[in-house]
């Protein structure tokens, strides 16, 4: 969330595909996180993790890398468009 957070105040100097992709993982981290709460969503069409068991916290666990190395990625490319912008700002 931070990430998207950053991009959007950042804007217009970041550009609108990188806060684009910023503001899906966010959603898609939430999504995640509301699966994992002990409330039953499945009306609203989330299926829970549960991450009382085994199988749900590797489940998590997984998601959560793929989450990380997702960020990393985006993190990298909007430290390289303020670096950009750094550079024609002398």
């Known amino acids: 969330m931070d990430l998207y957070k950053w991009c959007f105040k950042l804007a217009p100097a970041v550009p609108s595909d990188l806060t684009l992709e910023a503001f899906g993982l966010a959603r898609e981290i939430r999504e995640l996180d509301m699966r994992a709460a002990p409330y039953d969503l499945r009306e609203l069409g989330y299926e829970p993790v549960r991450i009382e ?25 909007l430290v390289a468009a303020l670096d950009e912008l750094a550079q024609t700002s002398w």
Do not use: H, I, P, W
């Open 53 to 77: 068991t085994v199988q749900g916290k590797q489940e998590y666990a997984r998601a959560q890398r793929g989450f990380t190395l997702r960020t990393n990625d985006l993190r990298r490319r």
